[in-house]
């Protein structure tokens, strides 16, 4: 199987399980079916969006290939039916976010390392793919986006980035390094949310005056 067969497969993926994460926002906040599937589209796709737009690939991917649409409301669709009758795990949501984080994150390296773009614009790329449509997920939510807590979350992404460009310039093979940036930033953020690891935070130490 060709690389570009694998990397169009996990692209599908992770709108899947993207799509997924949104639909799961959406049952916490008890939002109806078109709330749910609104939710699962612009997780699924909203990271996707916003890199086509700034690398001045038009029309956006879900324009060109709506495959990427029926997939989000397959996965929201799914997702509804599901938890009105049974509930998924704890921790399903942030399961899933890893997941979907993790492939978006190399799948848009990948795109800007193809297209010659530098270092610094390939780990852009790489956190605004995998970050930007659970930001805007979580603004539709009303709630404090996750990239802004001091969870470790844009910061796995970085190092994922980070582990993508430093394998392809070792000239691994393409059908193999994807997948080990991949279960870095996966690694990364599940152990973040099993052992609470985080960022310091900014804390004022001396007085007001």
């Not at 799914?78 to 492939?103: H, N, S």
């Not at 605004?128 to 807590?149: S, W, Y």
């Amino acid at each position: 199987m060709s690389a570009e067969v694998i990397l169009q497969s996990l692209d599908y993926f992770g709108i899947v399980v993207f799509a997924m994460a949104g639909a799961l926002r959406g049952e916490e906040k008890s939002l109806d079916l078109f709330g749910v599937l609104v939710f699962s589209i612009v997780t699924a796709t909203g990271g996707g969006t916003l890199r086509d737009l700034l690398m001045g690939n038009l029309p956006v991917n879900w324009v060109k290939d709506n495959t990427y649409i029926w997939l989000a409301l397959a996965g929201g669709t799914f997702t509804f039916m599901f938890t009105r009758f049974w509930r998924f795990p704890v921790g399903a949501l942030a399961v899933a976010d890893a997941i979907g984080l993790a492939v978006f994150t190399v799948l848009g390296a990948d795109q800007a390392a193809h297209m010659g773009f530098s270092p610094l614009i390939v780990i852009v790329t790489a956190v605004m793919t995998g970050c930007v449509g659970g930001v805007i997920r979580d603004l539709l939510a009303n709630e404090i986006p996750l990239i802004f807590h001091r969870e470790i979350y844009a910061t796995a992404a970085i190092v994922g980035a980070v582990v993508y460009l430093v394998l392809q310039a070792w000239g691994l093979d393409e059908r193999v390094f994807p997948w080990l940036a991949m279960l870095v930033v996966l690694i990364l953020r599940l152990a973040a949310l099993r052992w609470d690891l985080c960022l310091p935070r900014f804390m004022r130490t001396l007085p007001r005056t």
